[in-house]
């Protein structure tokens, strides 16, 4: 579904990203796990295509089309859409409008699609997307609308960061539901306890991709050597 072929990302003199190669397979839980600072979300940025993580070293295929090139809205017309670690604000749209743009089947209540993240309809679907709600909130209506796009292929960026009470297997069911409905899902986070539904792990360390396959394998690996001081030395152009 996605291929990443060799994809380098360096700023200044430091190798953010190193030759990374990653396969998501269609209809595939993939998840990328490895703790803060190891170069997650700029492979995030980097497949979605944000300004700033051009690719100048790799290559992104999707279905087999080279997407290397492409801008961030081409990427999403193909199905591609990233749920961001720290979620925007709209001001002026309200949950409902929101939602409403991002639903790609009319036949999906928006009362369902709440209740996927555990927001009460009746206490949301009026309130502004802005900065009244808080960051778990918003995080929750942005993965709403994820859930709502029925995209081919959904990038979430740490779900689980900055929710308040809603629990791991909320999270887990959430993810579940999106491959239920067909899409492929690259699941980034730091927590081993997300990654149980996972079909394949990859672990990544200091910009490289260091295991990739069996989630028990990879987790017992990232249990045993990956310590918090792991991404400490910096790769050096
Ligand atoms: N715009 C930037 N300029 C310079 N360094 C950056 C930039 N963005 C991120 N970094 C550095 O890249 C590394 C990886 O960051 P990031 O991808 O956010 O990691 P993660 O998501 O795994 O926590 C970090 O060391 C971070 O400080
Ligand atoms: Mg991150």
Redesign the pocket.
């Known amino acids: 579904m996605l291929k990443i072929k060799d994809l380098t990302l360096i700023?200044?003199q430091?190798i953010?990203l190193n030759k990374i190669n990653l396969e998501i397979g269609k209809n595939e839980i993939h998840t990328l796990l490895?703790v803060?600072?190891?170069?997650?979300?700029?492979l995030a940025y980097c497949i979605m295509g944000c300004s700033?993580y051009e690719i100048k070293e790799g290559k992104i295929y999707f279905e087999g089309k080279d997407i290397t090139k492409f801008s961030l809205s081409q990427r999403a017309k193909l199905g591609i859409t990233l749920a961001w670690q720290e979620s925007a604000r709209f001001e002026g749209i309200t949950i409902e409008d929101y939602l409403s743009l991002s639903r790609k089947n009319g036949n999906d209540s928006l009362e369902e699609i709440l209740n996927k993240v555990a927001l009460n309809p009746k206490l949301y679907l009026n309130r502004e997307v802005n900065e009244e709600l808080s960051g778990g909130e918003r995080k929750r209506v942005e993965l709403a609308s994820v859930y709502a796009m029925r995209p081919k292929m959904a990038i979430l960026d740490e779900p689980d960061s900055g929710i308040d009470m809603l629990s791991l297997k909320k999270i887990r069911d959430y993810i579940l539901s999106l491959k239920e409905r067909g899409s492929s899902v690259f699941l980034i986070t730091h927590r081993e306890e997300i990654t149980e539904i996972s079909d394949k792990i990859s672990l990544i360390c200091n910009g490289d991709i260091v295991k990739s396959g069996n989630p028990n394998k990879v987790r017992d690996y990232f249990k045993r050597r990956c310590g918090k001081t792991c991404n400490l030395r910096k790769k050096l152009k």
């Open positions: 700023r200044g430091i953010i490895g803060n600072g190891v170069g997650k979300s700029s700033g």
